[in-house]
């Protein structure tokens, strides 16, 4: 049976509506990177001496990276070497002294972008049961129901305000998931960082609502650099969730972030990520190259960090949120959605490290290719000596559409212990002309036919996700698969 | 309702249909025969407005409209059905779900508020009676593991939940056991309307022992070689396709009925 394949190569023709720029006078330094541009940074937000003494060091480390091997090299991506002395490291809207004190101090252009961007900083308006931080660029600019969760003990604040407010909590805690020893750009992240999320949920207290991070980046030729960090104390529960998107540049971002969890005994923390940076346009030009760092450890008996992550956006994503499985009977998960259209690159997957007995880990990977797009899952499972009875399921499933784009799997298995028990699991499938003439027939347009099977396909993955999320994340696919077939 | 008038079609360069005049009023049941490369699932396929077809010549009208101007989830819309020959498999879309949407948007376009799912589940559960079938296929994914009968009792049971005006059966009874090929032609005869039109495409005789046509058609080299009642069918069975290869000559192509 003869069938032209340009039915579904039409449908790689998506739109971006979160592209806008926000017209605001900013504070921004120059460009270039430098000792002196750390200081500045550091100066900027009044930092204790010991932040600003781990930025140089991680600075300095950085500095050998650079000198020798610069970015790694391993990942299944592509693109032209990255000038770091053009990046402006710090950006942040001008406001009257010194940050805005309360939402009424927030400058109402970034109160109507957020709106625009379907995210309501003021509570009234708000979804009930998300607290929100909104990053702009280089800093937080409103974190929401603090007062509420403070009555728990429950501290929600930017990174920003955690250094000044808490500098023992951030000391202690700070690079112990993720040195900046680690790579590159954690190296790179640690030395400039600018804001991000810090959350706190002390023992035994389960988190009324969910916590959520909206980072956006607007100013052009800038980096956005952020730090989350989360700690659950003993027996207590937290939801987070991020959601991100950038204006429509021709020129490539860095945004080069660093994520740690530190979860104690019997806490659970679940990460939950909907990532849409702006992805470039449909010859590739342009998009957010997102270089992150995620990993959570596992330190308390029973422990458990579960990372769900729904990835649409970016031109390029290096991403591998991961878990350190160090308590007995912890358990670590990972469920992934990845889509590249166009000409986007991902290279995305997990590590989980398991170092306690009878610790537990699930991967379920789903990658999406359409258009030109490259789709890699990368995921280590380590089981170590000392994790007797360690057990990991990994299923890992690639749906390719059209024919000029590619899915990869890289899958490493590393087990010391011979009580161990690893599965691996991995199917690849097409949406085929066969498929989509079966829905035309039945009289439902290419794009309901497209969404139903891309979404069929994910549905383990969105399950896990918080239920607003889930109906965004639905949506999300959809918008980002228009027009890939026609 | 279906006017097929001088219908060429050409595949990969190579013309496949060579005129087919073919006309089918409602409440009609058609028999399109013929052996293996005659043109028979192309024609099924062109009506339902597959791509990879080039039509050449020729026009079809469906209630008065283009049919070959309509695109295919129009066609279906405006009740126009085609029963795969080779139903695919769609995994993670539920049966249920996916027949809902289908039959919502057939709705929407006829004007007609979209069924919820628990009105959905009436119909279904009415429709699944009739045809004798059994509920845990709705929530498998469509066509998922589905035995070949299964496959093309689905067929028939999504004809009876869309309620088209035609349908077209591409070998409906093509690997089916005598069990599977009776439900199978039990469930058309029930859907059998002064309302409908259906067209059979199929290969053997046996279907028609079940579902008795009111015209048989025999496709040769992209032609209709000779039209006729439901005894050409027994005719064919007896002499083979061979007896009207070499009788096709004098015949003139594409006997109107």
Redesign the interface.
Known sequence: ????PD?IEALVNREYKWGFVTEIEADAVPSGLSEDTIRLISAKKNEPEFMLEWRLNAYRHWMTLEASDAEPKWANIHYPPIDYQKIVYYSAPKTKKGGPQNLEDVDPELLRTYEKLGIPLREREILSGVAIDAVFDSVSVATTFREKLGELGIIFCSFSEAVLEHPELVKKYLGSVVPYTDNFFAALNSAVFTDGSFCYIPKGVRCPMELSTYFRINAKNTGQFERTLIIAEEGSYVSYLEGCTAPMRDENQLHAAVVELIAHDDATIKYSTVQNWYPGDKEGKGGIYNFVTKRGKCLGRNSKISWTQVETGSAITWKYPSCILQGDNSVGEFYSVALTNNYQQADTGTKMIHIGKNTRSTIVSKGISAGHGQNSYRGMVKILKSATGARNYSQCDSLLLGDKCGAHTFPYLEVKNSTAQVEHEATT?KI????I??????????E?AVG??V?????QVFRELPMEFAVEAQKLLGVSLEGSVG | MLEVKNLHAR??GNEILRGIDLTVNRGEIHAIMGPNGSGKSTLAHIL?????YEVTGGEVMYEGKDLLAM???M???EGV??A?QY??E????SNM???R??LN??RK?RGLDELDAMDFLKVVREKMKLLEMDETLMNR?VNEGFSGGEKKRNEIF?MAV?EPKLAILDETDSGLDIDALRMVADGINRLRSPERAIVLVTHYQRLLSYVVPDYVHVLSDGRIVRSGGKDLALELEQKGYAWLEESAAPVKSGVSL
């Open positions: 049976m003869s069938t032209k039915t499938s085929g002309e066969d498929q003439f079966y829905f035309r027939q039945r009289g439902l347009s290419i309901d139903m099977i979404n069929g396909f994910c549905k | 595949v990969d339902a407005g597959r791509e990879g695109l295919p989830e066609r279906a819309r059905f085609l795969f139903p695919v769609i995994a993670g879309v779900y996916f027949l949407a289908a948007a057939i376009h994914p999504q869309l």
